[in-house]
């Protein structure tokens, strides 16, 4: 074990999702800013769900975290969404916002610029209520374990979607390629690995803590996408600016991946 990684017990202590949420989306302007880390995620995947290429019954998203919006361009075209996240406090976050609960974190600016993207920005309250309708399921995850959603066992996902999970709960490259072949098996095949995730980072913060993350570079991803049994289909890397101080975290790049898979491994 890696003595200095984040490891689980940190994140069910420490992990603050309210505050996460505060310090990553509540720009309210970011996301309609081309640069915005946030606006070139959300128009990936709107790119990604409205070509047909990436579509069918079921999507699981690993680690989904505190978050709805990587889901919000998936509802078009699955219809069945299951959200799965290691921490309770975060599983209790989607929760609120999709039982539409007092002191559920507002992401209708977010939802608007999604709606923008597909042509009708008026429609965000329709956006919200077709995702808390596609919704079906949010579940207990953890990537190290054979069966990452055990107890359960579901139907093969006609497609993965993962983003800034692995990077976070994997402690050395061993491990990261094992837990994306777990991931990778609740896949049937044929199915999409739909990937995003940050390159060279060691760390970020949120609310004053500061939380490991596995340093590795593209090349390493692509090496462990293939020895999962995928097959790469796209494959885009941005770089951040460089001389840039960034203070919440030391990411040098971002990757947006599309894959299929192939083969059971």
């Known amino acids: 074990?890696?003595?200095?990684?984040?490891?689980?017990?940190?994140?069910?202590?420490?992990?603050?999702?309210?505050?996460?949420?505060?310090?990553?989306?509540?720009?309210?302007?970011?996301?309609?800013?081309?640069?915005?880390?946030?606006?070139?995620?959300?128009?990936?995947?709107?790119?990604?769900?409205?070509t047909g290429a990436v579509k069918g019954d079921t999507l699981i998203e690993i680690g989904t975290g505190p978050t709805i919006h990587t889901l919000l361009s998936a509802c078009e075209v699955f219809k069945e969404l299951i959200a799965t996240d290691y921490c309770d406090q975060n599983r209790q976050q989607i929760e609120k916002w999709w039982k539409k609960e007092p002191g559920a974190f507002d992401w209708s600016p977010i939802v608007r610029y999604v709606c923008e993207l597909e042509g009708h920005r008026e429609k965000y309250f329709e956006k919200e209520e077709k995702l808390r309708q596609t919704l079906k399921q949010v579940l207990k995850c953890d990537v190290t374990k054979s069966n990452p959603l055990e107890p359960v066992v579901p139907p093969a996902a006609d497609c993965l979607l993962t983003s800034l999970c692995l990077e976070a709960a994997c402690e050395d490259h061993r491990v990261y390629k094992a837990a994306l072949k777990n991931i990778v098996s609740l896949l049937k095949l044929g199915g999409h690995l739909v990937m995003m995730g940050v390159l060279e980072e060691t760390f970020y913060m949120v609310d004053h803590t500061k939380f490991s993350c596995l340093r590795y570079d593209i090349e390493f991803v692509r090496k462990a996408v293939n020895d999962s049994g995928c097959v790469i289909d796209d494959l885009q890397v941005i770089h951040s600016p460089e001389n840039?101080?960034?203070?919440?975290?030391?990411?040098?790049?971002?990757?947006?991946?599309v894959a299929h898979k192939e083969s059971n491994v």
Not at 3 to 29: H, I
Not at 244 to 257: I, Q, R
């Open 244 to 257: 840039t101080t960034n203070l919440l975290s030391d990411y040098k790049g971002f990757f947006f991946l």
């Open 1 to 50: 074990m890696n003595p200095g990684f984040t490891g689980k017990k940190t994140y069910l202590q420490k992990f603050n999702p309210r505050a996460y949420l505060e310090t990553y989306y509540s720009d309210q302007e970011g996301a309609c800013d081309s640069e915005n880390h946030l606006s070139r995620v959300l128009k990936q995947l709107h790119e990604t769900f409205t």
